[in-house]
């Protein structure tokens, strides 16, 4: 028996219908925050991190021993409203975690840090984390502010005053982690990129079909991105079932003559 697609149309209806019902809900994306034991930008941090939590990002942290003593478990805790903190003493899932995550960011960089992972030395817990994420292709982000010599409160503090081939080498260990992969920001972009990459904007796709008399599911699911605008003519007959995948791939239809 050949299924019709409004027969296929009403089941996904009930199918719907019935985790509507149920109260059932997707998983929240998820991204694990290595910490190293850095103060400059955090602040700024904190506050995108809380940023993140509200728009529904689930950020698991992991602390270096140095990261617990001058950053604290608690005030990583605090700003993520509870969610999960792991340290070398207590590490809990997240070496395992790097399977389920999304994302890896490192949200205060400390030089001694950027130095290990751009030599590839994976001698403690985070930076060992920080390699398998490297090694699995996943998305990275590491702040620079407690790494960079020339960052404004380090030349308040008087710690910019080295010799500029001791500056360049910490540039080249941020070069070098691009070249692995890193997106190099700064505090203030944390909840903006990392928002990006999770939750990219659903509004740069472009697809036109005025071409076309009749669109269907499949050629919804033929589109290779995700989110975006499909451009129809008036009177395009669109199948219930394309809206529905439309719809479920974040893209809306637009009627344009």
Do not use: W
Not at 25 to 54: H, Y
Not at 87 to 100: C, F, I, R, T, V
Not at 167 to 175: F, G, I, R, S
């Amino acid at each position: 028996m050949t299924v019709s697609e409004l027969q296929v149309t009403e089941i996904v209806r009930r199918v719907v219908a019935q985790l509507a019902g149920s109260g059932y809900k997707s998983a929240p994306p998820k991204c694990l925050a290595v910490f190293t034991g850095g103060v400059i930008g955090l602040e700024d941090v904190l506050t995108g991190l809380r940023e993140l939590n509200q728009a529904g990002i689930e950020v698991v942290s992991l602390l270096s021993r140095s990261a617990e003593q001058i950053i604290g478990v608690d005030r990583i805790a605090a700003a993520l409203d509870g969610a999960p903190v792991f340290s070398e003493d207590n590490p809990g899932p997240a070496g395992a975690m790097l399977q389920e995550v999304e994302l890896v960011m490192v949200p205060v960089l400390t030089i001694n840090t950027a130095a290990k992972v751009a030599l590839g030395i994976a001698d403690n817990l985070p930076t060992t984390v920080l390699r398998n994420a490297i090694i699995m292709g996943k998305p990275l982000v590491a702040v620079k502010n407690a790494c960079d010599i020339t960052d404004p409160k380090r030349t308040e503090l008087g710690h910019n005053r080295g010799p500029a081939v001791y500056t360049q080498l910490v540039q080249d260990y941020l070069v070098r982690l691009a070249s692995f992969g890193f997106q190099i920001i700064a505090a203030p972009e944390l909840a903006s990129t990392v928002k990006g990459i999770i939750q990219p904007s659903t509004t740069t796709c472009k697809q036109d079909f005025r071409g076309k008399k009749l669109v269907t599911h499949e050629d919804i699911l033929n589109l290779k991105e995700q989110g975006g605008t499909v451009i129809i003519r008036t009177g395009t007959l669109v199948t219930p079932l394309a809206r529905d995948v439309a719809d479920k791939n974040g893209l809306e239809f637009v009627v344009a003559d």
